[in-house]
């Protein structure tokens, strides 16, 4: 008489051993066999399946979790199971944990406002990690220290005098009605100051009558800080500035002159060859054009898409051109094409999608983030920076000023001196006493961030 095992599926208890697999059901055979051409047959080492993020070889190729590792540094996002090899970053190769072995350090820890060695702090011990007449600042980086700077401030009932150079402690403090005309009082510092005008050397954000002190390398690749105003688009700059989106990633309210263009006659939408020859001042796919930050900024039936510049860095601008129809951001691309011209591969989404410019998330479909992403590259050319929505790989869901310890917890992926920084492109989308500046993210990329005044 025959056992019934697993509803109908058949054991024989012969040598060699039958069997009888049902679709559904457990396999019938003993441990280590497995049911093949109706035979209990000894069970492979390794059964292929698809390769997954959790430390074993699931496809038998000797190779585990490949695939898993997006910048190639040898840490895959879960880890392989291990909680202490979780790759905190997988997009960037200088960051990244070490190995419980040993054998393959952690990444180095950089005065860059991340976490480099995924351990969850931000910049830990900030004095070893500058020049030795250096100290490292949220935001700033590595700065001699001075009164300006958090950490250093001035003894209660001294004032730092910022037209020292460094600045430097004084006896006195200025109240909100102290200050002679024209002069106003800087409530960090406790000094009179003069407000200056966009593009003057500054030191302090409360010395700039508009925007905020900002370093020139993240505008025009200049040195030290400038004061500067962020915008989204050409009609948020004061009468001759345009709004100019740098191939690091910072965008503030620029003269012409100090990216190397001027304003010509030529109107929107005139052929080109060089942005000289344009109202614009940019000549991009040989028209000119006004640039964007996402499709709001462009008037109706146009598009915020990727375009070509003809003769100035970066090589690739987001700029408003005519809808000439394609897949919105957040869907899928390859065969067909994006309306943003932003067609990108993301593992994370097991294909090709459409990014597309953004000035916050609530640009972005719900699935996505407004971050950033560094496009060109090829054939020695520089890679350009550029504010986009992102495929949301985090359930962080706090914003501007909230606490945090790594991005993972902020809803725009950015802890900034243990805030979270929302992505952003004017004031207007920061809370109150914050203002929209370029935040180092390393390597001499920028983004734009909320960050406090």
């Known amino acids: 008489m025959l056992p019934i095992l697993s509803g109908c599926t058949l054991l024989v208890a012969d040598d060699p051993i039958r069997c009888v697999a049902q679709p559904g059901e457990p396999d019938p055979c003993p441990r280590a066999r497995v049911c093949v051409s109706g035979f209990c047959v000894p069970a492979p080492e390794c059964m292929p399946t698809t390769e997954l993020c959790n430390g074993i070889d699931d496809d038998c190729d000797s190779n585990v979790d490949e695939g898993h590792d997006d910048d190639g540094d040898g840490f895959t996002w879960c880890g392989g199971g291990r909680v202490n090899e979780v790759d905190c970053d997988d997009a960037r190769a200088d960051v990244h944990p070490g190995d419980a072995s040993g054998t393959r350090p952690a990444a180095q820890e950089l ?181 964007c930050s996402a499709d709001p900024s462009c ?81 020695g050319s520089p890679r350009t920076n550029i504010q986009s929505c992102e495929p949301r790989i985090h359930s962080g869901g706090a914003t501007s000023g909230e606490s945090c310890t790594t991005g993972w917890s902020c809803r725009d992926l950015a802890c900034v001196g243990n805030r979270c920084a929302d992505t952003c492109c004017t004031d207007a989308h920061c809370p109150t006493d914050y203002t929209c500046a370029p935040v180092s993210r390393g390597s001499g990329a920028y983004e734009m961030r909320c960050v406090p005044r």
Do not use: H
């Open 111 to 291: 005065c860059d406002s991340r976490d480099n060695d995924c351990d969850e702090r931000v910049d830990e011990a900030p004095e070893t990690l500058c020049a030795p007449t250096e100290y490292c600042f949220a935001r700033l980086g590595c700065a001699p220290p001075n009164c300006t700077l958090p950490g250093f401030e001035c003894d209660q009932g001294d004032s730092c005098d910022v037209a020292q150079s460094p600045p430097a402690c004084v006896t006195g403090v200025c109240t909100p009605t102290s200050c002679p005309n024209g002069q106003m009082c800087d409530q960090s510092s406790g000094s009179c100051v003069l407000p200056l005008p966009l593009d003057s050397p500054c030191v302090v954000s409360a010395q700039c009558a508009e925007g905020a002190c900002v370093p020139a390398r993240a505008l025009t690749g200049g040195s030290g800080s400038v004061c500067a105003k962020a915008c989204c688009d050409d009609t948020q700059c004061p009468s001759g500035r345009i709004c100019w989106a740098s191939g690091n990633g910072g965008r503030a309210c620029v003269l012409p002159g100090t990216i190397g263009s001027a304003s010509g006659a030529g109107a929107l939408g005139s052929p080109c060859t060089r942005g000289t020859e344009c109202a614009s001042a940019r000549c991009l796919d040989g028209v000119c054009s006004q640039t």
């Open 299 to 379: 008037p109706s039936g146009d598009s915020c898409a990727l375009l070509l510049s003809d003769d100035l860095d970066p090589e690739q601008v987001l700029a408003c051109t005519p809808d000439t129809g394609g897949a919105a951001v957040g869907e899928a691309c390859g065969s067909t094409s994006c309306a943003s011209r932003m067609c990108v591969f993301r593992l994370e989404v097991g294909g090709s999608v459409c990014l597309g410019g953004c000035r916050t998330t609530a640009d972005c479909p719900d699935t996505m983030y407004c971050g950033s992403v560094m496009v060109g590259g090829g054939m």
